[in-house]
Nanobody, 124 residues
Framework: QVQLVESGGGLVQAGGSLRLSCAAS????????MGWFRQAPGKEREFVAA????????YYADSVKGRFTMSRDNAKNTVYLQMNSLKPEDTAVYYC?????????????????WGQGTQVTVSS
């Protein structure tokens, strides 16, 4: 099991930027594919971004492509989500998740371990 702790959320105006971090502990971090998901009030949890174990491959939801960038630092056991050109519809609780195995997935059910989430609020 991997323990995950997100940070970096907050309140920002539309057009602004935030960088989320997710610190992992408990297992060998580089063995895990990582994902970011979000859940807005009254909506289902949705995929945002994912990254392979090496960090060479990333995947993004269409809604954030070109605005968000996911990266990882395996030496620091941390993944990041750089969010630029934020929109009010990006408002949600953002969750970090870890998935063992070979393949990077975009489905939330494929992830085994989850953080507690960090709130991102974008005002118009």
């Amino acid at each position: 099991q991997v323990q995950l702790v997100e940070s970096g959320g907050g309140l920002v105006q539309a057009g602004g930027s935030l960088r989320l971090s997710c610190a992992a502990s408990g297992r060998t971090f580089s063995n895990y594919n990582m994902g970011w998901f979000r859940q807005a009030p009254g909506k289902e949890r949705e995929f945002v971004a994912a990254i392979s174990r090496s960090g060479r491959t990333t995947y993004y939801a269409d809604s954030v492509k070109g605005r968000f960038t996911m990266s990882r630092d395996n030496a620091k056991n941390t993944v990041y989500l750089q969010m630029n050109s934020l929109k009010p519809e990006d408002t949600a609780v953002y969750y970090c998740a870890a998935r063992g195995g070979t393949y990077t997935k975009t489905e939330s059910y494929a992830y085994d371990d989850w953080g507690q989430g960090t709130q991102v609020t974008v005002s118009s």
